[in-house]
Antibody, heavy 123, light 107 residues
């Protein structure tokens, strides 16, 4: 069974940093692209970032316009984990952040979702 | 950025009836289109990918169609567990974008 467990969320002041983690199990981590998707309270879904599987050199697929230059995605094959480093946080970054496993290695549909971790940016 | 537009915003349906949800892309996404279902307090769930392929474990009452810029999600004979918000999403380029969602509510 695929398991994706996010951690690292919480309350943070504007301008500060936070690092989200996603521990995975139940599948061959290196074989799949992985993503972060967020959802602001009461709003729709927004793709944040993704990167390919290790077999495709863990290439960063890109970043959403609203986070480009501030957020960095990475993965650690030894720990089967995905990360999102979030810098210069803004109140509009307040959202549930989901760790998502792609259906394949290069980036396509979003097959499995974690339960999310809430990030609140407020003074 | 490819903009995805869903209609209607809200659809009121009686249990047992069918529902048709629409999704339009601002430019062609070929068949690189997925549909997700989200219930309150839950993470989204993949229903359909490649415009018309049901994901594992998804009941046959869910079907997707379309290509290019026009897509449809059809739900036949709605069950109580189908009342939720549905999102379409394109993955034609390395900039995944979602529609704003269609809420399917009980009439």
């Amino acid at each position: 069974e695929v398991q994706l467990v996010e951690s690292g969320g919480g309350l943070v002041q504007p301008g500060r940093s936070l690092r989200l983690s996603c521990a995975t199990s139940g599948f061959i981590f290196d074989d799949y692209a992985m993503h972060w998707v967020r959802q602001a309270p009461g709003k729709g879904l927004e793709w944040v970032s993704g990167l390919t599987g290790l077999t495709w050199n863990s290439v960063v697929l890109g970043y959403g316009d609203s986070v480009k230059g501030r957020f960095t995605i990475s993965r650690d094959s030894a720990k089967n984990s995905l990360y999102l480093q979030m810098n210069s946080l803004r109140p509009e970054d307040t959202a549930i952040y989901y760790c998502v496993k792609d259906i394949g290695p290069v980036g396509a549909s979003l097959h499995d979702w974690g339960q999310g971790t809430l990030v609140t940016v407020s003074s | 950025e490819i903009v995805m537009t869903q209609s209607p915003a809200t659809l009121s349906v009686s249990p047992g009836d069918g529902a048709t949800l629409s999704c339009r892309a601002s430019q062609s996404v070929s068949s690189n289109l997925a549909w997700y279902q989200q219930k309150p307090g839950q993470a989204p769930r993949l229903l359909i990918y490649a415009a018309s392929t049901r994901a594992t474990g998804i009941p046959a009452r869910f079907s997707g169609s379309g290509s290019g810029t026009e897509f449809t999600l059809t739900i036949t004979s709605l069950q109580s567990e189908d009342f939720a918000v549905y999102y379409c999403q394109q993955y034609n380029n390395n900039r995944w974008t979602f529609g704003q969602g269609t809420k399917v509510e009980i009439k």
